[in-house]
């Protein structure tokens, strides 16, 4: 019998309250089933092994960054939508660096990490087709758009930027050159 209150999501909860407290080096199944209370074999009814729980991690964080941002580009097009989205996926990243580094250690994607994925990709995707890129060109800029804000964030989550100077105009003068760098749409 599986101890009250214990559930897929509640030992999901648990590891994401370890990778947030320790990084996921720190995701072990001893470390989960402490946090949760119960023995490690208990965790079992709920997850098959470490590998499915790091999968589903990935798809909670996968699933947070993408509700938090389509709220960011709701009602907005084009550059303020592009802004709005840059920002949203920054400050996931620095109020959640040890989920985010998470994602990566979902191993082999399953079919439910691959469908939050497409999820994601999906927010990016409408953001990009208001300059009206489509096929390869949507996909160029969605890579380039993620890769921007991926760097930039994960430096600054780990104290990459040692100078003085404000970051937050680093940051803006980034998302200028973002924005400034896709076609403009046809009129």
Same mark, same amino acid.
């Given at each position: 019998?599986?101890?009250?209150?214990?559930?897929?999501?509640?030992? @999901?909860?648990? &590891?994401?309250?370890?990778?947030?407290? #320790?990084? *996921? +080096?720190?995701?072990?199944?001893?470390?989960? !089933? =402490?946090?949760?209370?119960?023995?490690?074999?208990?965790?079992?009814?709920?997850?098959?092994?470490?590998?499915?729980?790091?999968?589903?991690?990935?798809?909670?964080?996968?699933?947070?960054?993408?509700?938090?941002?389509?709220?960011?580009?709701?009602?907005?097009?084009?550059?303020?939508?592009?802004?709005? @989205?840059?920002? &949203?996926?920054?400050?996931?990243?620095? #109020?959640? *660096? +040890?989920?985010?580094?998470?994602?990566?250690? !979902? =191993?082999?994607?399953?079919?439910?990490?691959?469908?939050?994925?497409?999820?994601?990709?999906?927010?990016?995707?409408?953001?990009?087709?208001?300059?009206?890129?489509?096929?390869?060109?949507?996909?160029?800029?969605?890579?380039?758009?993620?890769?921007?804000?991926?760097?930039?964030?994960?430096?600054?989550?780990?104290?990459?930027?040692?100078?003085?100077?404000?970051? #937050?105009?680093?940051?803006?003068?980034?998302?200028?050159?973002?924005? =400034?760098?896709?076609?403009?749409?046809?009129?």
């Amino acid at each position: 019998m599986p101890r009250a209150g214990l559930s897929p999501d509640a030992v @999901v909860d648990a &590891a994401v309250a370890i990778v947030d407290a #320790e990084g *996921p +080096g720190a995701l072990t199944l001893a470390a989960v !089933a =402490g946090k949760a209370g119960v023995a490690t074999p208990s965790l079992y009814k709920h997850v098959r092994n470490l590998a499915e729980l790091r999968q589903l991690v990935t798809v909670r964080v996968v699933d947070e960054l993408t509700d938090r941002l389509g709220r960011a580009a709701q009602g907005r097009s084009r550059d303020d939508a592009v802004r709005a @989205v840059m920002r &949203a996926y920054r400050s996931y990243v620095v #109020e959640h *660096p +040890g989920r985010y580094a998470a994602m990566d250690q !979902a =191993g082999e994607p399953s079919e439910r990490v691959q469908a939050a994925a497409q999820r994601l990709l999906d927010v990016i995707f409408a953001v990009l087709r208001g300059y009206d890129l489509e096929g390869a060109q949507l996909v160029h800029a969605a890579r380039a758009l993620r890769s921007t804000v991926h760097g930039f964030a994960v430096l600054e989550a780990a104290g990459g930027f040692g100078m003085p100077e404000d970051l #937050e105009v680093s940051y803006e003068l980034l998302i200028t050159m973002v924005t =400034g760098g896709l076609p403009r749409p046809r009129v």
